[in-house]
């Protein structure tokens, strides 16, 4: 009986067939489509568990009722399956999309930094040449009248 219930576990936690054969990230994308961000960019461990379900041995190798299950290290191949390549790679993809929209998003909101502060900028720069200009006016009229008084005193000594 115990048997049956590991053997159904694990043959539920295998991807089907036409899981394993998709090769549209596309189809990826609808299948996790309700996932949040961290659940996207955190890569599943391959050894046959699905995507967000945890295990019930430990590490040791031993289950929840104490019995010991075989290593999944004596189970594997040395190569890769094709199924596992598509799959590492339909991964790859998505977290290389993700990824690439955050960059996009980050250079946006940078971009509209920028915008803002060359706005702030120029108008604290016309602000500034207002003032200088009116700060030379100034200038010129007080030189002008101090020549005029240094030279009407200097006639008045006369």
Known sequence: MQEQATS???????????ERS????????VKEGMESDDEIRRVPEMGGEATGTTSASGRDGTSATGQTQPSAGTQ??????PADKENKRLKRLLRNRVSAQQ?????KAYLIDLE???KELE?????????LSTLQNENQ???HILKNTTAGAQEGRK
Request: net charge positive; glycine share 2%; hydrophobic share 30%.
């Open 103 to 107: 960059a996009r998003e980050r250079k």
């Open 76 to 81: 594997r191949k040395r190569g890769r399956s």
């Open 8 to 18: 159904s576990i694990a043959a539920s936690s295998i991807p089907s067939s036409s």
């Open 141 to 143: 009229m007080l030189r």
């Open 123 to 131: 108008t604290k720069n016309a602000e500034l040449e207002e003032r």
């Open 22 to 29: 998709s090769s549209s990230a596309l189809h990826l994308e």
């Open 116 to 118: 803002a502060r060359v």
